[in-house]
């Protein structure tokens, strides 16, 4: 299996600013790299797929980048609403692996 | 309107057996995966494994192989999650989600989860 690694595990934040979590894979994924959301009793919400791509209907704030196994998801001015878990997902091979998610909370 | 509704939630005792369901509308139920997510109280998301319904192409993580069985009835739109046999560990949140079938894989619509709890 391809192991997904994500850092930090998690971190505190202000309103306003700009915030940035890395995924590195075990292996080359090429850009089958995917970006969710999750918040608290809520099911995952995709911001990102195919490293950077923006999903319909997500904010511009929000952008990934990186290719191979090194990727990084940019929130670029956080906003209240974006106080959530985020994880990483590959495609490239079975089985799409998850990273181990990364909290975002407010400092 | 894309729409992925999952089956209640379910109280069980080890040993026994279970079938969810995962009913998709608004979309070409046949052209896109169905994967589905476990997600333990506290924890994080694990692939499970993913059916194609079209023609019933059906691949499991390591993890969860021989475990559960998943399937998908396209003349209803709906897929599946089953267990001959539960466990305590099987307390979980379990979601599916839709992925298209070529190009990028990602999952773009997310069913709402179902909630089993397992009593030894």
């Known amino acids: 299996d391809i192991q997904l690694t994500q850092s930090p595990s998690s971190l505190s934040a202000s309103a306003g600013d700009r915030i940035t979590i890395t995924c590195r894979a075990s292996q080359t994924i090429n850009n089958y790299l995917n970006w969710y959301q999750q918040k608290p009793e809520r099911a995952p919400k995709l911001l990102i797929y195919?490293?950077?791509s923006l999903q319909s209907g997500v904010p511009s704030r929000f952008s990934g980048s990186g290719s191979g196994t090194d990727f990084i998801l940019t929130i670029s001015t956080l906003q209240p609403e974006d106080f959530a878990t985020y994880y990483c997902q590959q495609s490239y091979s079975d089985p799409w692996t998850f990273g181990q998610g990364t909290k975002v909370e407010i400092k | 309107e894309v729409q992925l509704v999952q089956s209640g939630a379910e109280v069980k005792k080890a040993g026994e057996s279970l079938k969810m369901s995962c009913k998709g509308s608004g979309y070409s139920f046949s052209s896109y995966w169905i994967g589905w997510v476990r997600q333990m109280p506290g924890k994080g998301l694990e692939w499970m494994g993913i059916?194609?319904?079209?023609?019933?192409?059906?691949r499991y993580s390591p993890s969860f192989q021989g475990q559960v069985a998943i399937s998908a009835d396209k003349s209803i739109t709906t897929a599946y999650l089953q267990w001959s046999s539960l466990k305590a560990s099987d307390t979980a949140m379990y979601y599916c989600a839709r992925s298209p079938a070529t190009g990028s894989y990602h999952f773009d619509y997310w069913g709402q989860g179902t909630l089993v709890t397992v009593s030894s």
């Open positions: 059916i194609y319904p079209g023609d019933s192409d059906t």
């Open positions: 195919a490293a950077s």
